[in-house]
């Protein structure tokens, strides 16, 4: 397949006749998470090496292939789509992907949300709220500018700051998603919460997970979610909030503001039981579970059986689906599996 402009005219999909999407555990599949480009303009300590080696342009879907491919899942009963990477605001004409698949919002699709480390958030926020998404993540680990360039090796807070407040101004809801590190962002957690609430974000907390290899020991870094829950909630009144996004984040709300805040916590609280989610490559492999390296290849089924190729193989790889997965930090330990965060997409 070329890399052809994305079409405007691409009819709705078709959510009547499709089979629905449920795995072996019987768990049905609503939540499609698309990493467009495996690039990043920031070097984060906890995600990637300093150096590393990104996929030949050549190997990666074309925009018009994710779409395709992402059509089909909505097709067959996929309510959420997250564009993620890397970084997705890199990849070049990342809007025209998200025009196509925002106009399936309200059409089969619930939600087109992305998740970015607001680098370049300043120059797309309007055009997001045009392609139809209301609500994104932003990437921040820390609100001190020396820290903030140590986490991601050289990342400017001012510029990043600067995009969340053009964000908000384009009247997006913003998240902000903090990894908790022992040694270097914990004592800042409940300072970070407390500007969420000025500025009227919710703030969900990371624990750090064991993929692919990086420069440091993550056990070094390592803080688990209960002992932070109970330092915030010695400070800020909390109480138990059900609501959901789709994704794996327990909620809280702080009393008397707007602020939710949430908890992903996959070593010390498993949320697998109800995992509704997959995810999409930009090399065009979906992946079954974070923390397993089974796949099948999307890319190379849709070339060569078109869609009813592409149908089969997503069949073969919900039946691989697992019921949970295999994370654990200790010292020394391997990662859980060999690929970064930003192969699969956050």
């Not at 290899?213 to 915030?232: H, K, M, N, S, Y």
């Amino acid at each position: 397949m070329t890399s052809a402009p994305l079409p405007s005219d691409q009819p709705l999909v078709d959510r009547m006749v499709d089979p629905p999407l449920v795995d072996p555990q019987g768990r049905t599949i609503r939540y499609l998470r698309i990493s467009v480009t495996d690039r990043c303009d920031l070097r984060c300590r906890y995600c990637m090496a300093e150096q590393m080696t990104f996929l030949p342009r050549a190997k990666l879907l074309s925009l018009d292939e994710i779409a395709i491919i992402a059509e089909r899942f909505i097709a067959r009963g996929v309510t959420k789509i997250r564009l993620s990477g890397g970084e997705p605001l890199v990849r070049r004409d990342v809007g025209d992907l998200m025009r196509r698949l925002g106009r399936h919002v309200g059409a089969g699709l619930d939600e087109l949300t992305m998740t970015t480390n607001a680098t370049r958030l300043g120059q797309h926020a309007q055009g997001m709220v045009d392609a139809g998404i209301r609500r994104i993540n932003v990437s921040l680990d820390s609100l001190d500018a020396d820290r903030f360039r140590y986490i991601t090796r050289h990342g400017d807070l001012d510029q990043v700051l600067g995009g969340i407040a053009a964000a908000k101004a384009a009247g997006l809801a913003v998240k902000i998603n903090m990894v908790a590190l022992a040694g270097l962002n914990e004592a800042e957690i409940p300072a970070m919460l407390q500007w969420c609430i000025d500025e009227g974000h919710d703030l969900s907390l990371i624990e750090t997970m064991p993929l692919g290899a990086i420069d440091e020991d993550r056990t070094d870094r390592f803080v688990p979610l209960t002992r932070v829950f109970e330092d915030l909630k010695a400070r800020f009144p909390l109480t138990r909030d059900a609501h959901r996004t789709g994704g794996p984040a327990r909620y809280w709300r702080v009393e008397g503001t707007t602020t939710r805040l949430g908890l992903i916590s996959p070593l010390t609280a498993n949320f697998c039981d109800g995992c509704n989610r997959v995810r999409l490559t930009t090399e065009g492999k979906l992946y079954l579970c974070l923390g397993h390296e089974d796949q099948v290849d999307l890319k190379g089924a849709l070339r060569d059986g078109g869609i009813a190729g592409l149908d089969d193989a997503i069949d073969r790889g919900l039946l691989r689906k697992p019921a949970r997965h295999d994370f654990k930090i200790e010292a020394g330990s391997a990662p859980a599996v060999s690929r970064h965060m930003s192969v699969t997409g956050g």
